[in-house]
C-alpha cells in the first residue's frame, strides 16, 4: 500500500482544532485536583478533532516539536512489540521515559528498575492476560480480523489491565504510569482506513503534540499491514487538561496563526508491521512551525 495520498501543500487548510481545545480549557476549564501535585484546569469530552491526512500529517506548527517528533513514533512502535522497559524503549529510539521509570517508582511498585511493569501499554498491547493464563497480542488479532472481516465493528484494541492499575487500601499498581492513551477504534469504509483514539487524560501543551504524532503514523502503518488506505485519524480526550504551570506559554501559543501541517511519509517496504520503526518515517522539507517553546512544564 502507497503513503498518503496527501494535497500539495499550498492547497492544505490550516488546522485550528488543536488550538482551539486549549482555548476551550483555558476558558471553561475546571480547576482540579491531580495526581503529580499540581492543579489542572480540566475540560471533559472536548469535541473530537477529526484530521484528514491527505491535508499533511497532524504535526502542530504552533511551535516547533522537530527536534523530538521521531520519539512517539519510536514510542508506539514500541509499544506495540510488547516493550515495557526503559532500556528498550531507548533501544526504538524514544528517551523521554526515564522521567517517569525512576528506580524510585519502580520499588514502590514493587517492580525492578527500569521495568514499567506489566500493566503498562507493551504489555496491554502485545501481551494482555487471557483467562487460561496466556497472553494475546492484540494488533496482531486485529491486522488479521480487518483483513478477514474488515466491515466488523468490533476492530478495537485496549491499553488497560485493570488488575495491575487499580488504587486504594490493599491494592498495589503494578504499572509506573496507567495508561494515558490507546483506546483504539479502527473503521474501514471500502478500502480506507480511519483511526479513532480515545484518550482518557490529555495533557494539551505536552502530550498531546506527541500523541497526535505517534496515532497518525500508526495509521499509516495499519493501513500498510491490512492493504488499505490511510485516510483519518480521530482523537477524542476524555480528561482534556492544561496544567497551571502551564498556563502563561499556552496563552502564548494561542496568538500564533497556525499554518499547514508538513508531509511525513512512512517506507512502505517494510513487510511486517511489527517490523516497523522510527527511522522508516520521514519529515518532508515543508514543516514551517513557529518556534519551539522548550520550556513548557512538565507533569511527573
Same mark, same amino acid.
Request: glycine letters at 8%.
Given at each position: 500500500?502507497?503513503?498518503?495520498?496527501?494535497?500539495?501543500?499550498?492547497?492544505?487548510?490550516?488546522?485550528?482544532?488543536?488550538?482551539?481545545?486549549?482555548?476551550?480549557?483555558?476558558?471553561?476549564?475546571?480547576?482540579?485536583?491531580?495526581? $503529580?501535585?499540581?492543579?489542572?484546569?480540566?475540560?471533559?469530552?472536548?469535541?473530537?478533532?477529526?484530521?484528514?491526512?491527505?491535508?499533511?500529517?497532524?504535526?502542530?506548527?504552533?511551535?516547533?516539536?522537530?527536534?523530538?517528533?521521531?520519539?512517539?513514533?519510536?514510542?508506539?512502535?514500541?509499544?506495540?512489540?510488547?516493550?515495557?522497559?526503559?532500556?528498550?524503549?531507548?533501544?526504538?529510539?524514544?528517551?523521554?521515559?526515564?522521567? @517517569?521509570?525512576?528506580?524510585?517508582?519502580?520499588?514502590?511498585?514493587?517492580?525492578?528498575?527500569?521495568?514499567?511493569?506489566?500493566?503498562?501499554?507493551?504489555?496491554?498491547?502485545?501481551?494482555?492476560?487471557?483467562?487460561?493464563?496466556?497472553?494475546?497480542?492484540?494488533?496482531? +488479532?486485529?491486522?488479521?480480523?480487518?483483513?478477514?472481516?474488515?466491515?466488523?465493528?468490533?476492530?478495537?484494541?485496549?491499553?488497560?489491565?485493570?488488575?495491575?492499575?487499580?488504587?486504594?487500601?490493599?491494592?498495589?499498581?503494578?504499572?509506573?504510569?496507567?495508561?494515558?492513551?490507546? @483506546?483504539?477504534?479502527?473503521?474501514?469504509?471500502?478500502?480506507?482506513?480511519?483511526?479513532?483514539?480515545?484518550?482518557?487524560?490529555?495533557?494539551?501543551?505536552?502530550?498531546?503534540?506527541?500523541?497526535?504524532?505517534?496515532?497518525?503514523?500508526?495509521?499509516?502503518?495499519?493501513?500498510?499491514?491490512?492493504?488499505?488506505?490511510?485516510?483519518?485519524?480521530? +482523537?477524542?480526550?476524555?480528561?482534556? +487538561?492544561?496544567?497551571?504551570?502551564?498556563?502563561?506559554?499556552?496563552?502564548?501559543?494561542?496568538?500564533?496563526?497556525?499554518?499547514?501541517?508538513?508531509?511525513?511519509?512512512?517506507?512502505?517496504?517494510?513487510?511486517?508491521?511489527?517490523?516497523?520503526?522510527?527511522?522508516?518515517?520521514?519529515?518532508?522539507?515543508?514543516?514551517?512551525? +513557529? $518556534?519551539?517553546?522548550?520550556?513548557?512544564?512538565?507533569?511527573?
Amino acid at each position: 500500500m502507497e503513503n498518503v495520498a496527501y494535497k500539495p501543500y499550498e492547497g492544505r487548510t490550516p488546522d485550528y482544532q488543536y488550538q482551539n481545545t486549549i482555548k476551550l480549557i483555558l476558558e471553561q476549564g475546571v480547576r482540579s485536583k491531580s495526581q $503529580p501535585g499540581t492543579d489542572t484546569l480540566t475540560v471533559l469530552c472536548p469535541p473530537a478533532s477529526h484530521y484528514r491526512l491527505d491535508n499533511g500529517f497532524p504535526m502542530i506548527t504552533e511551535r516547533s516539536v522537530k527536534s523530538f517528533w521521531g520519539q512517539p513514533i519510536g514510542e508506539i512502535c514500541a509499544f506495540v512489540n510488547g516493550v515495557r522497559t526503559l532500556k528498550g524503549l531507548e533501544e526504538f529510539g524514544c528517551k523521554f521515559w526515564s522521567l @517517569w521509570g525512576t528506580p524510585e517508582k519502580c520499588a514502590k511498585r514493587g517492580l525492578e528498575a527500569g521495568d514499567l511493569g506489566p500493566g503498562s501499554y507493551g504489555a496491554g498491547f502485545h501481551d494482555f492476560p487471557t483467562a487460561d493464563g496466556g497472553t494475546f497480542n492484540q494488533f496482531q +488479532h486485529i491486522i488479521e480480523q480487518i483483513k478477514e472481516i474488515p466491515h466488523l465493528k468490533t476492530h478495537f484494541v485496549s491499553p488497560w489491565i485493570p488488575q495491575f492499575i487499580g488504587r486504594g487500601k490493599g491494592k498495589q499498581q503494578k504499572v509506573v504510569v496507567a495508561p494515558c492513551h490507546g @483506546w483504539l477504534y479502527f473503521k474501514v469504509y471500502g478500502d480506507e482506513l480511519t483511526t479513532v483514539m480515545v484518550q482518557r487524560s490529555a495533557d494539551f501543551p505536552v502530550g498531546v503534540p506527541s500523541n497526535m504524532i505517534q496515532y497518525a503514523a500508526l495509521t499509516m502503518m495499519m493501513a500498510h499491514a491490512t492493504g488499505l488506505k490511510p485516510v483519518e485519524f480521530i +482523537h477524542q480526550p476524555i480528561d482534556a +487538561h492544561v496544567y497551571v504551570d502551564q498556563i502563561p506559554r499556552m496563552k502564548e501559543l494561542i496568538k500564533r496563526e497556525p499554518r499547514p501541517f508538513p508531509t511525513v511519509t512512512m517506507n512502505t517496504d517494510v513487510d511486517d508491521f511489527f517490523g516497523f520503526r522510527k527511522k522508516h518515517f520521514t519529515l518532508g522539507d515543508d514543516y514551517n512551525p +513557529h $518556534p519551539a517553546m522548550k520550556d513548557i512544564p512538565v507533569a511527573i
